[in-house]
């Protein structure tokens, strides 16, 4: 149905279907797009990344300057003391992605084989592979059901004489719970190291995300809300950490310091045309970021009365999410049983693309594979295994697999009619469950 429902009607039929239970409707002209009826929507959500003339400007203007790299362009620099004043940073060094900017990072807290980081579950593969890059364990410690974040009353448990860094996720561009996590840290005297790779712009109590612990990493990969294909960028309020971090990117060589004393490192660093890619992104991000956080809160309201549908909570800390994702849960009871594979294909008939979130990324075959190469077998003895295997239990967070499902970001980038159809595109499905099918 491509016309609008007003918002009196809406409501009308939200509250007669809560109330009622699951039925299957035999026929009607809003049949399920599964079933052979009408879409609910046939256009597309707004595309990304956005392109105007200010990225055209800039990126021409790096080409023709032949100052590609930031050794001879300013790009760069100016870009990391640009996102650092942008949200409230000491020092800010770019790399060429997030998962090196995690590298970088753990680099500059020293971390190596033996040392123990620990993480969450629920989150992409690249916050784990930081830390095997430096032969150390991901600790994995279980989500919290309700905000799909790690779950910090579980962290202490976690904590032994090896754990070396707390490396939370502000999973979807939500905030971790900053004040439990920093306040760990600050007992056992272990730095917090933040993955903010999915958080531009989110806050902790009107504190940007990424700068509240040692150090916090963002990514500028395609699909984020800052984005210019791949990049990354480190932050912190500490200038050593950020000259250790710099120097690492840097082949060792300090960028922020006085070159004089050249380190261990890679070459990790960021090319002019990605800075000045951003910088012409950065002019669109906090409109981009206001309107994310209005169609969400609208999509809150409108998903408050449907069953089987919940939105994840955000701790009251979290004065803003970034909306980098728009989680939910799915529960196939409300739904007579339908699967979420079945209830995910129904949506997506409906026009509404979604994703079936993260898998149990603990269980996954990759960090077996790791810890057989042979540098893992030169550092950790099979009893040693054995023990990380035996703490390797998230029960909630495989549960919360089961359920979870998200939209991207592009999905909030439209208008209120767009978040109308996404619970109308649930609605209809619960009204024709019965018929739909358990799948
Ligand atoms: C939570 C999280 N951590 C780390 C990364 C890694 O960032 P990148 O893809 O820029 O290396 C991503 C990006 O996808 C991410 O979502």
């Known amino acids: 149905m491509l016309a609008m429902w007003s918002r009196r009607l809406f409501v009308g039929a939200a509250a007669a279907l809560a109330a009622g239970p699951v039925h299957a409707a035999k026929t009607g002209s809003d049949k399920p797009a599964v079933l052979g009826g ?35 362009g300013r790009n760069t620099e100016s870009f990391e003391k640009a996102w650092a004043t942008k949200i409230g940073a000491g020092h800010a060094v770019a790399t060429n992605g997030g998962t090196t900017a995690l590298y970088a990072g753990l680099a500059a807290l020293d971390i ?92 902790w109590r009107g504190r940007k995300l990424g700068t509240l612990g040692a150090a916090g990493c963002f990514s500028f990969q395609a699909s984020k809300n800052l984005n210019c294909g791949e990049g990354g960028c480190l932050v912190t309020n500490d200038r050593d950490l950020a000259v250790r971090a710099s120097a690492f990117q840097n082949n060792g060589n300090p960028l922020h310091g006085d070159g004089k004393n050249r380190g261990y490192g890679s070459n990790l660093r960021m090319t002019e045309f990605q ?6 992104q950065m002019e669109r991000l906090d409109e981009q970021a206001a309107r994310r956080s209005a169609n969400a809160a609208y999509l809150d309201g409108l998903l408050a009365d449907v069953a089987g549908v919940t939105p994840a909570r955000r701790y009251e800390g979290c004065t803003r999410s970034a909306y980098h994702l728009y989680m939910l849960r799915y529960e196939p009871e409300a739904f007579g049983g339908m699967s ?12 509404i693309p979604l994703s079936g ?52 970001q592009t999905t909030l980038l ?20 019965g018929e739909i099918g358990r799948g």
């Open 38 to 72: 009408k879409p609910v929507r046939t256009e597309s959500f707004p595309s990304w990344p956005l392109v105007e003339k200010n990225d055209e400007k800039l990126l021409l203007e790096t080409l023709r300057s032949r100052l590609w790299n930031r050794r001879n």
């Open 340 to 351: 979420k594979a079945r209830f995910m294909e129904a949506v997506k008939a409906e026009g």
């Open 275 to 280: 800075a000045s890619v951003l910088h012409a």
């Open 112 to 203: 190596g084989p033996k040392d123990e980081v620990i993480v969450p579950p629920y989150t992409f593969i690249a916050t784990v592979n930081a830390v095997l890059q430096h032969h150390a364990l991901p600790v994995f410690v279980d989500t919290d059901f309700q905000t799909h974040q790690i779950d910090p009353s579980k962290i202490e448990a976690a904590i032994t004489k090896n754990t070396r860094v707390i490396l939370p996720v502000h999973i979807a561009g939500s905030a971790a719970d900053m004040d439990a996590i920093l306040a760990i840290g600050k007992k056992h005297g272990i730095p917090v190291l933040e993955d903010a790779c999915q958080a531009h712009l989110g806050e």
């Open 414 to 433: 439209g208008e209120r009619s767009d978040m109308e159809q996404i619970a109308e595109a649930f609605h209809k499905i619960h009204r024709f469950a």
């Open 357 to 408: 979130g993260y898998h149990p990324l603990n269980h996954d075959d990759f960090l077996e594979k790791a810890f057989q190469t042979r540098a893992f077998r030169a550092v950790y003895s099979s009893g040693e295994m054995a023990k990380w295997r035996e703490r390797n239990v998230t029960p909630v967070n495989d549960r919360l697999c089961g359920e979870a499902f998200w939209f991207g």
